[in-house]
């Protein structure tokens, strides 16, 4: 398999079950007018999130690491009535875009982007006595994941889904080996949800637009 038949069936995906949806090809279209990174989760992910979101009837959904705000877009979409997504960003210039795509998606009343440190935000969220979330997308530097998972269990409760982005990185995740601080943080990951009977994780491996990278999934019990 090549990377050219992933991305054509990732079209073909896309099409047939997702269709034109304007708010979300502008967010992109902003995104990259202003310079970040084309790394934001692909439609058939973001439509994942979307679903898992709704599967979970989550009320409050954090994300760690908001980019342009696609995969917020996607989650935010997903909340009934009253629910509230937050997203943490380091770079307040992609805060700034996260926020306008969006207002755009007409989201601004129930999507928060907090800009800082996400360890810091993540504090100030405990500090705060901030209610249990229902769902956590973990999507921001991966050598802090570990670090991630840990403020997840404090800010979630049994039943609550901890989904983590970019957890195979073209299959560098099982060299043993590896000296990459990004490899180290996922395979600590992995060895932490094994051994702690708070949670209960798997992961899948994905390919498409984005290449061939991975999800894992955790419960918290
Ligand atoms: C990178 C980060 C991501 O979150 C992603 O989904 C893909 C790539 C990166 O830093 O290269
Ligand atoms: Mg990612």
Redesign the pocket.
């Known amino acids: 398999m090549t990377q050219q038949q992933w991305t054509e069936v990732d079209a073909y995906l896309e099409q047939a079950l997702i269709g034109e949806d304007p708010a979300l090809a502008a967010a992109l279209a902003t995104s990259a007018k202003a310079g970040l990174p084309e790394?934001a989760?692909s439609p058939t992910q973001g439509k994942l999130l979307h679903l898992l979101s709704l599967t979970a009837g989550a009320r409050r959904i954090l994300e760690i690491g908001s980019l342009g705000g696609y995969s917020a877009i996607w989650m935010a979409r997903a909340l009934p009535a009253g629910g509230r997504l937050i997203s943490l960003e380091l770079s307040p210039a992609n805060a700034a875009v996260a926020r306008a795509n969006l207002h755009e998606a007409g989201l601004e009343k129930v999507a928060e982007v907090r800009t800082g440190r996400a360890a810091d935000s993540l504090a100030e969220l405990v500090d705060e006595g901030a209610e249990p979330f229902d769902l956590v997308f973990i999507?921001a530097d991966k050598p802090s994941i570990p670090d991630y998972v840990e403020w997840s269990l404090k800010l979630t409760k049994p039943g609550s889904l901890i989904i983590v982005?970019?957890v195979v990185r073209n299959g560098k995740v099982a060299d043993a080996e590896s000296t990459d601080a990004s490899v180290l943080g996922i395979r600590r990951m992995h060895e932490m949800v094994a051994a702690d009977p708070r949670m209960t994780g798997t992961a899948v491996q994905t390919v498409g637009t984005k290449g061939y990278d991975g999800f894992t999934l955790i419960r918290v019990n």
Request: hydrophobic share 40%; no cysteine; aromatic share 0%.
């Open positions: 790394i989760v999507d982005d970019n």
